[in-house]
């Protein structure tokens, strides 16, 4: 098999409040093409403009020369240049072809299956706006042109080729959102070829349109897609419309939308059959009014079958917003109520502290000069976007950013006053994360309120507003509860790591340390006894 990989850029999309998107996926069987009769485009054009397809594969395409045709003045026409194809594979007969939407896919892999009469194609393609970083949305995309006849002979081969295409699946176990589609050739749904797509492998299929005996029933008469013709003329088959050959059929998640695309009910449907055509001519009486005069002639002219659509529903991300955080915290360490002390202002580093294990953040914010007196420390705010708190861990992380605290809790921006700004989106509710370099980190136990913009939260005026509740803070004073004092190493955890590897050491220096827990200025046994021993064994509570 030949694979071939595009490398993809790990893609920035944020998580947002989530929105869906419509792609319209075509297969059309383009009889030899471009063949003798190239001008054959004209019409694939007019087609192509009425139905606006965001994912086209095509059967019966003989050569890259044809593919750039169609791509160059059957799809990127009139000013439009969106449309990508793949790479155009030789096989042993006709072949197929990918064209797509580039403004809403990317076209990350693809693969030939080997049969014994043509190559079976793989497109894998991902969605531009997928609704998070780490949940990207792929669409698994098979064209083939199985074995023509209706002879035992012929469905044996059928069969075979078929078999190969769920071998070729069932050794990829992370398949999502597959469809399969093209010029199947099936006469009824009694073929074996049929019920094996249908039941067989890791990735049992569905046929939204239902099984039969599809050849020449008045029945199925709204659904066949061959022939267009009675009359014989630039090759093809004849006879009018008395076939279903042409399929697309889903695996289960593309009909419930666990994997972000979901089918849309009805909208399956053969382009220009009105049902009343059984084995007449597209363009004979009665007339024909699904679609307007000019497609009924280009659908007639360019082929001998009729494409056939389906629309599906794509969860996507919503547009990024600015925003602002209003947001209020204490430490123990150097609260005097009602507010914090800012001894150690003169102290505090112009470049933020947490460039360093365990917090590792390489923001670069940074001050010639601290713009307020009031500021009494650096912290690191974190943003993380899940359902619910117990999921906010460090994968739903959206943003982090160091700021400054003021005495009245205030976290605020390096101009030392304003609240911070972001231009994120979030698809399912923030949550909001304080760490500092020697309390315990805090992560809010319910989600920050949005109104007008504004992100607001508040953990100091209830047990309850931090993440784990009495053991996530405490209470500081009377109704009032701050972040807990006494890890030195920035860990997570109060134990002897903190006393060992850092108040040991720095205890009777004055600075900017780590071991000063009440911002004095100094190391001494006040910080040990008042917050290091006390809090001895307690621990974060954010997620993890």
Request: charge should be negative.
């Amino acid at each position: 098999m030949l694979r071939i990989i595009s490398l993809i850029a790990v893609l920035c999309y944020l998580p947002a409040m989530s929105q869906t998107d419509t792609a319209t996926v075509m297969y059309y069987n383009i009889l030899n093409f471009p063949g003798t009769t190239p001008e054959r485009i004209v019409n694939f054009r007019t087609i192509n403009q009425y139905v606006k397809p965001d994912i086209l594969l095509v059967n019966e395409l003989l050569s890259d020369v044809g593919a750039v045709l169609l791509l160059e003045e059957g799809l990127n026409v009139f000013g439009e240049s969106k449309y990508q194809k793949a790479v155009f594979i030789d096989g042993p007969d006709t072949d197929n072809m990918l064209f797509y939407n580039s403004e809403m896919f990317t076209l990350y892999s693809q693969d030939t299956i080997q049969t014994a009469l043509r190559l079976i194609k793989e497109y894998v393609l991902y969605y531009n706006n997928s609704p998070g970083i780490t949940d990207t949305v792929f669409f698994y995309l098979y064209s083939a042109h199985l074995k023509a006849g209706n002879t035992s002979t012929d469905r044996n081969k059928r069969l075979a080729e078929v078999m190969r295409f769920k071998e070729h699946v069932n050794s990829m176990p992370n398949i999502e959102n597959l469809i399969i589609g093209g010029d199947f050739n099936l006469y009824s749904s009694t073929e074996t070829a049929y019920s094996t797509l249908l039941n067989e492998g890791l990735y049992p299929l569905n046929d939204v349109l239902g099984a039969g005996n599809w050849h020449d029933d008045p029945v199925f008469a709204p659904i066949h897609t061959q022939s267009t013709r009675t009359a014989q003329f630039g090759g093809g088959a004849t006879g009018g419309l008395d076939d279903r050959f042409d399929f697309m059929l889903f695996t289960g998640d593309l009909l419930s939308g666990t994997d972000k695309i979901t089918y849309v009910p009805g909208s399956y449907i053969p382009v220009g059959n009105d049902g009343l055509h059984l084995n007449l001519a597209l363009i004979s009486p009665p007339v024909n009014t699904t679609v307007p005069d000019s497609i009924l002639q280009a659908l007639y002219f360019m082929a001998d079958h009729i494409p056939i659509i389906s629309k599906f529903a794509i969860e996507s991300a919503a547009p990024q917003q600015n925003f602002t955080l209003s947001l209020k915290v204490f430490l123990e360490g150097p609260f005097n109520d009602p507010v914090m002390s800012n001894e150690i202002n003169s102290l505090l580093p112009g470049n933020q502290p947490y460039d360093q294990s365990p917090w590792n953040y390489q923001g670069d914010e940074n001050v010639n000069f601290i713009p307020n007196p009031e500021i009494i420390d650096w912290v690191l705010i974190e943003l993380r976007d899940a359902q619910d708190a117990v999921s906010a861990t460090p994968d739903t992380r959206l943003s982090r950013r160091a700021a400054f605290l003021l005495s009245n809790g205030s976290v605020v921006d390096t101009n030392g006053y304003s609240n911070l700004t972001f231009n994120l989106s979030v698809q399912n509710q923030l949550y909001v994360v304080v760490m500092h370099r020697n309390h315990l980190g805090v992560m809010s136990a319910f989600p920050a309120q949005l109104s007008d913009n504004i992100f607001s939260y508040d953990f100091s005026i209830a047990s309850g507003l931090a993440y784990g509740g009495i053991n996530g803070h405490k209470e500081i004073a009377s109704g009032i509860w701050g972040m807990i004092s006494g890890d030195s190493d920035g860990s997570g955890f109060i134990n002897t790591d903190d006393k060992i590897l850092y108040w040991n050491l720095q205890a009777g220096w004055t600075g900017y340390f780590p071991s000063d827990f009440n911002f004095d200025g100094i190391t001494d046994n006040r910080d040990k006894d008042d917050f290091m021993i006390k809090n001895n064994q307690l621990s974060s509570q954010i997620p993890q």
